[in-house]
């Protein structure tokens, strides 16, 4: 099936044989679905902190920070924003000229409102020689959305979330990226430094580059602090062969194979190579302006803080373990930690004898670790938090996403529905074993829990397999828990419009 000049291919990409075959077999196969057993809920898997306990965890935060341990925020950042703008490439390709839908309204209605909106009119000055005004006065709306997404004018229809003007301040509009900085500097700085490190696409890495070049300085100067960035590109290694409906490869015209990202889930080698004690983790377009980010950088330390006590508690017994000077009672101690704590149960572990015990409880301490913020569930598309059963026969927590639930199983339907929370991916992750060495970490992703969608390239039906999500299939196998964090530490831009929201004003 595979020809010398596809071994050629791929053997430049750095994939073996063997996975593309295994590809292939997953197209015919298929995923199977995950075996739930509930939904998370407050005391069932979700910790609700009330203010002492949240004061209490944020000075282990600080005491931890104090030590000098290295911290990394990373940011997915490669994404292009071209859907953010999917409503207002439709009214350009649509048969009216005048904003019809909703949509469209609120757009027009409330153009001054966006801090795009003084580049915006610069752009239709010089390439219309009119205001925006003057062209919405005369019927010319098709212009000023051209000048926003299109190359001739602030070509917003293709640059990254990253680079687009989100919020106004006295100082002029400010980028995602910036307000990341911003972030980094106010909950994950250590040593007088904050580390940012930005996933981004090979095309966009120099522009973002170029952003932090002429901003970073500001924000150093107005917290006292270095602020050290970084890139990273998701590796061509993870990008997935696509497949024609027959699940034979789909080949482009010249007759190669054609390859596709992987998904998030590639990210997990961009998060292995990070040298760092504390991982944070946020989505790029997950920001607010200065006067609201009280609650977010409260409950980024918060968070964090629960995951230093609980590493230093895990970190605690595994030494227990290693010296062998323990008695029964201890071992019940660890197994109520495990189990409590951690919410990772084996349903016979009581059939174990003690030296089994040890070697159980030592694998399952003994892994990367992450504190999830989750926030009441609202009805936003996306994943939440829910304890399932894993290939070993133990339950723990895990974030699903809709694909991963077998839609014919109407008590998993059920509970995907009622789930009371949501996953806003508001990660702080350990990534290093109770012997200060780095884990590998996807040693730790469940393979079966990778997913395939419909496609299409140049008219053409294509199958596309994705790899297990970054914070889903992707950190399976790592301890999770989850912490209730307010609504107001989630505020992402999914469409144009979102920027009109209270919050991002």
Avoid at 176 to 182: A, R
Avoid at 245 to 252: A, E, M, Q, V
Avoid at 312 to 322: E, H, S, V
Avoid at 368 to 396: A, H, I, Q, W
Wanted: aromatic letters at 10%.
């Amino acid at each position: 099936m595979l020809s010398q000049e596809d071994l050629k291919q791929i053997a430049l990409k750095g994939i073996t044989e063997e996975q593309i075959e295994t590809q292939l077999e997953e197209f015919k196969t298929g995923f199977p679905f995950l075996k739930l057993e509930a939904a998370a809920g407050i005391g069932r898997g979700i910790l609700a902190l009330d203010d002492a306990q949240c004061d209490e965890y944020k000075h282990k935060w600080a005491e931890y920070k104090a030590q000098g341990k290295a911290i990394v925020k990373f940011v997915p950042a490669s994404g292009a924003a071209s859907r953010m703008f999917k409503n207002m490439f439709a009214f350009l390709d649509a048969d009216y000229d005048v904003p019809t839908t909703d949509f469209e309204k609120q757009f027009f209605d409330n153009l001054k409102s966006f801090a795009f909106y003084g580049d915006l009119l610069a752009c239709c000055r010089k390439n219309e020689g009119k205001s925006i005004d003057e062209l919405i006065g005369e019927g010319s709306y098709k212009a000023v959305v051209e000048n926003m997404l299109l190359a001739k004018g602030l070509n917003y229809g293709q640059l990254p979330k990253g680079l687009l003007a989100f919020h106004m301040y006295a100082d002029g509009p400010r980028t995602p990226v910036e307000e990341h900085l911003t972030e980094g500097a106010l909950y994950a700085a250590s040593n007088g430094k904050a580390s940012v490190h930005f996933t981004v696409s090979h095309e966009h890495r120099d522009m973002f580059k170029k952003k932090i070049d002429e901003r970073k300085n500001v924000y150093e100067q107005r917290y006292g602090i270095e602020i050290d960035v970084t890139f990273s590109e998701q590796k061509p290694s993870t990008d997935t062969v696509a497949a024609n409906p027959d699940n034979t490869p789909f080949r482009t015209e010249d007759g190669k194979l054609l390859f596709r990202p992987g998904g998030h889930g590639a990210l997990i080698e961009n998060l292995n190579d990070i040298d760092a004690d504390v991982v944070f983790i946020k989505n790029i377009d997950n920001v607010v302006p200065d006067r609201l980010k009280g609650d977010t950088v409260k409950y980024k330390q918060v968070i964090a803080g629960v995951l230093v006590d609980l590493q230093k508690k895990a970190f605690g017994y595994l030494n227990l373990l290693d010296s062998g000077a323990y008695d029964h009672g201890q071992l019940e101690e660890i197994i109520r930690f495990l189990q409590n704590d951690l919410c990772c149960r084996k349903g016979d572990i009581k059939h174990l004898e003690d030296a089994e015990l040890v070697i159980y409880l030592k694998e399952k301490l003994n892994r990367p670790m992450r504190v999830c913020g989750v926030v009441k569930n609202v009805g936003e598309p996306g994943g939440g938090p829910f304890l399932t059963y894993n290939s070993d026969g133990t339950v723990s927590l895990q974030i699903l996403e809709s694909s991963q639930i077998d839609k014919s199983n109407k008590e998993y339907m059920e509970m995907f529905a009622n789930g009371t929370h949501f996953n806003p991916v508001d990660l702080v992750c350990a990534v290093k074993d109770y012997k200060g060495r780095p884990f590998n970490l996807p040693d730790y992703v469940d393979k079966s829990t990778g997913f395939i969608s419909s496609k299409s390239k140049n008219g053409k039906e294509l199958k596309a397999l994705e790899l297990p999500g970054l914070w889903n299939g992707a950190m399976s196998n790592w301890n999770t828990v989850f912490v209730e964090v307010p609504l107001s530490t989630f505020n992402p831009v999914k469409t144009v419009n979102d920027l009109l929201r209270e919050q991002h004003q």
